[in-house]
Every structure is written in C-alpha cells, then in structure tokens.
C-alpha cells in the first residue's frame, strides 16, 4: 500500500488562531466557517473554543483573556503559556486568513472522505459479508453527508428573526406563495400547504382508483411550476404505457383509443402539441423492474446529484423489495428508506401503496388506516396519508349516473402531521386518465 498522504496542517492551524487572536475584526469569519472539530491539533481545537466562547460573550480576545478561559475550563495543561506564545509568533497580517480558513476546512473535509472510504474498505472485508447493494448505500450515504455540508449560521437573536419570519409570512400572504411543492390542486394544496420537504407522502387505495394517474398529475404539475426535476420511479408500468398516458392526459385524448391506433386526425393533432409542451417539463421516469428501496436510494442520490430535484415519486411501494424475514418486515423497511431518503435529500417523497381487502367489507367502502396493506409502520413513517375512493367504482356506471356521481373522487386526507383531517373533491375523467379540480360541484 502506498504511504498515505498526510492530511493535517499545524501551520494553517496555528495561523488560522493566531490571527484570530492578534486581529480581533477576523474571528467572525473564522468562527462561522470552521468548528473545533476541524482542528487536527486536539489543543489548537480548545483554543479555536475559548475564542469563539468569549466572542459570543463579548469578550476582548487577546493573549491573557484566551489563556485565562483555558485555565478556568480545566485545558490549562494542554494549551498552555508556550503554545499561546508561538501561535502569535507565526501569525501572519490577517488579510490572508480566509486563505489559511479555507486549507483547514479543507483538509478535515479530505480526513472526513477518507474515514468514510476505510469505513467502506472495513465493511468489505466483514466476515457477515454484505451485499454489494448494501455496502454501495452505506457508502453513498457516507459521502453524501460530506457533499451536502453547508457553511454553519451564527445564532441569531429572536429580535432579529421575528421581523424576519413576519416579513416572509407577509410576503407568501400577498404572493399566495406556498410553504411546499405545489401539486397543481388548489384545494388539495390549501390544507397541505403543498408537499413539504422531509416528507413522505403515501397516496393508497384500490386496484384501479387512479393512484398512478394522480401521481403522474402531481409530479407533472409540480416539476413544470417549479421548473426543477422531478423523478417518478415506476416499478408496474414501463416508460412507454406512462408516457402515453401522460400524452392523452395533456391532450385530452382517449386513452383507448390511442392504444387501438384508432386515433383521429384532430386527436393526432392534439397529440402533438401536447407533445411540445411535456417536452418542456423536467420529469424524470425510471422504469428498471424488481428493484430494492436500497437501489432507488442509490438512483436518487445520484440523480440529486446531477439535478436540481423537487420531488420524487415510487409507483408502488409493495412491488419493491426489502430485506426481512417476512413480507411485514421488508415493507418496514421500505417504508424507512423512503422517509430517511425524504430527510436526506430534504425533499418530498411520494409513495403509492395497495390497501387490504378489508375495505371491501366496510359498508361505507371508504378506507381507513389499519387498510395500509403489509406493515403498521406505513402508518408510522408517513407525514400525510391520501386514500382515494371513487363510489363509481363499487356502484358501476349506470347507478353513478343515477346518483351525479360519475367521475366523482373523495382524495380522503386520513392522516396529516402539519394539517387538518379531511376530505377535498376531484374530478377523474376516466377516458382521459385525467384529474381535475373541482369548483362548486363542477370540474375545471
């Protein structure tokens, strides 16, 4: 093996402190751009503490005030009168400490990769042999923490925060802006608030309500009002069967039709123009079948990576695989990997899922959360649960029209962290695969 390159600078550290010692108007960007932690020097990160401890205060730094808060703090003997003394001694004009700042910062952020890359040389080599799918999360997790570390913010008085917030809530009152992602339903955004960064979102119900045709709505919506990404990770249908779906839902085109080839000239017209206007949105389809939360995991990071994503979606959460010894436990741990990768990326995420039977024998037929199929934790890790119910579905057409009912959607918000319980109304044109909001009893 070659000798490994050493990372630590005790000259860009005690220059880096004693610049801060000697020229008082440089300790603020030091201290908001470096922590103790950054320092090799287990001393030399004590002094970077007292500094920034009497700066909070309001203390003169110098000399005598650092070495007295050392003393009184008990690190008297590791940074003693020799130390203080050679850290002023080196210290060059403080016109050049964002330079030394930026070569400490640097080197722990190179120690902090290279820790991260022996950790996953460690994993490789545990008798309980990994799989490869495993060691590979582990290790973009390690390193993605390193690559999404931001500058660190100075605390900030509630004198000074309070007109802030009242001056953002002002503005998003006159704007109508929304705290979250919009979904592209007004009403469904009016008590959500839009959806959240951290969040998991669990949109369920039966076989053939309209899960997949609201999520691809949603994801639709949101990445061309955002203009930023979105990814919808279908693990049922292929990229081909969602994007003609996506065509006729634009469009306003049969979706039977087009699948017969039994398109009209205006249909194709309308096709096209649809066309041009999807080929403006940022939306992302992955199709790839039998794939594990760990591997969409992977596939987010690295497309977070190369993209400025705003939501990420997976069609549905029971088709993917988990670890487990029983159906139960893998669906536990699906559920987790999508709300930690929620909290990683620090954006929403979307996750369809099937319900038990057990509302099919409910009189009302609408469901409720012990109908979360497979695992208690779906209701446990989700931040808003969705049920879709359609009562054309269980009354079939002729009787739905008897009762006005025919596209009539209840989006049954059963669970909300941040929000009301509650039920808003959508329209579903079947045909079309294509939902609508709906304003005093009428679709628009």
């Excluded at 610049?19 to 103790?36: G, N, W």
């Excluded at 590791?78 to 080197?107: N, Y």
């Excluded at 990404?229 to 085109?253: I, K």
């Amino acid at each position: 093996m070659p000798e490994q390159r050493p990372l630590v600078s005790d000259l860009a550290e005690s220059e880096v402190l004693g610049e801060a010692i000697q020229y008082p108007e440089a300790v603020p960007q030091i201290i908001e751009t470096l922590t103790s932690a950054m320092f090799a020097s287990l001393a030399h990160g004590f002094v970077f503490e007292a500094i920034a401890e009497l700066f909070k205060r309001g203390s003169a730094i110098d000399v005598v005030t650092v070495a007295e808060f050392l003393k009184a703090n008990g690190r008297g003997q590791e940074c003693g009168a020799r130390l203080l003394a050679d850290l002023l001694d080196g210290a060059p004009h403080g016109a050049h400490v964002a330079d030394h700042v930026a070569i400490v910062r640097d080197l722990h952020a190179l120690r902090q990769i290279r820790a991260a890359c022996e950790e996953t040389v460690s994993d490789l080599l545990e008798p309980s042999a990994r799989t490869p799918a495993e060691i590979l999360d582990r290790a973009e997790a390690r390193l993605l923490e390193l690559t999404v570390v931001r500058p660190r913010r100075s605390v900030t008085p509630l004198s000074e925060s309070a007109p802030a917030a009242l001056s953002r809530i002002r503005s998003r009152v006159e704007s109508g802006e929304l705290p979250g992602l919009a979904t592209g339903f007004a009403d469904l955004d009016e008590v959500t608030g839009g959806l959240k960064p951290g969040e998991l979102i669990l949109i369920a119900a039966r076989p053939s309500m309209g899960k997949t045709s609201l999520v691809t709505a949603i994801c639709r919506n949101a990445a061309a009002r955002s203009g930023r990404h979105v990814v919808l990770f279908s693990l049922e249908q292929s990229e081909e069967e969602l994007t003609e779906r996506l065509l006729c839902t634009e469009a306003r085109v049969d979706l039977a039709h087009v699948r017969r080839g039994a398109c009209s000239s205006a249909d194709l017209t309308k096709l096209d123009l649809a066309s041009k206007r999807l080929g403006d949105v940022p939306f992302l389809i992955d199709d790839n079948p039998g794939v594990t939360i760990l591997e969409i995991r992977a596939t987010a990071r690295r497309l977070a990576q190369q993209h400025d994503v705003a939501l990420i979606a997976v069609d549905y959460l029971q088709l993917l695989g988990g670890r487990g010894e029983n159906r139960v436990q893998e669906v536990s741990e699906i559920s987790r990997g999508l709300k930690l990768l929620a909290k990683e990326l620090r954006i929403p995420v979307i996750a369809l899922s099937q319900l038990s039977r057990a509302t099919e024998q409910r009189a009302s037929r609408r469901p409720v959360l012990s109908d979360l199929r497979d695992s208690g934790s779906l209701e446990q890790d989700a931040d808003v649960v969705m049920f879709l119910y359609r009562a054309e579905y269980y009354l079939g057409s002729e009787k739905a029209a008897e009762q006005g009912l025919i596209g009539a959607c209840e989006v049954i918000l059963a669970k909300q962290r941040n929000g009301p319980r509650t039920t808003v109304p959508l329209h579903f044109e079947e045909r079309f695969t294509r939902f609508e909001a709906v304003v005093r009893g009428v679709a628009s």
